[in-house]
DNA sequence: CACATGATCGCCT
DNA sequence: GGCGATCATGTGG
């Protein structure tokens, strides 16, 4: 039996390798829309067992806290589960959807404002499967992130990190957000970011 | 291709 | 007790 935290073996590879350097905590307390367009094209990297694992991030959404109906901190909202958005930018927030499905965040601005970057999609190094990250939950399942790294932070020695890059940013398409029907007027907000050219965007 | 459905359970009401 | 920041599979046109 295969561990449920496991990254898949062919997702193998150090960010370094790419010219990839990790955010600063800077990156991360931005405005929440502005984290939402670099981070695509960012590296999510996951350290296991003395190896690297990770992939190019396509697909971002940005959550805008209490004045937000699709954010889980909407009208201030702050139970156990939810408190890792209330820490400073940079951290991670994972929660389970559906019963089956791990979703993963990214934590912007400060201590007490709780706003986050839903990471959606991911691509692979050369050689990984096309749609192996295609969707939040398929992006947690291949880097084997669950509930347990809730809470980590992105820049200590905890094993999620992020890097960027200089140079050539993707072409971005934007769109209102993926599941969030029920969100009232927030449903139509434009606050989905996508590569316009990556075959590994989620098709919903 | 466009729906429709089932799986499965923690979280909030 | 209801339902979700999802996904894979199945049906029918």
Redesign the pocket.
Known sequence: MIAKNRPDPRLGLDPAVLGFSEASRGFYRRGTETVARSLVGAWIARRWRGRWYGGRIVET?A?LGARDR????WAG?R????EP?YADGGHL?V???????H?A?VVTRREGEPE?V?LRAAEGPEGAPDRLM??????CAALGIT?AESGLDLLGRDAVRIFTRRGRRPALGVSP????D?AGEAKSWPLRFFDADSEAV?R?
């Open positions: 959404e959550y699709g954010a889980h901190s909202r139970t156990a589960r939810v958005m927030y929660f389970l959807v559906y019963g089956m499905h979703c965040n986050a839903l295609s969707g939040p939950g398929k992006l509930k957000r993926i599941g969030v029920y989620s919903p």
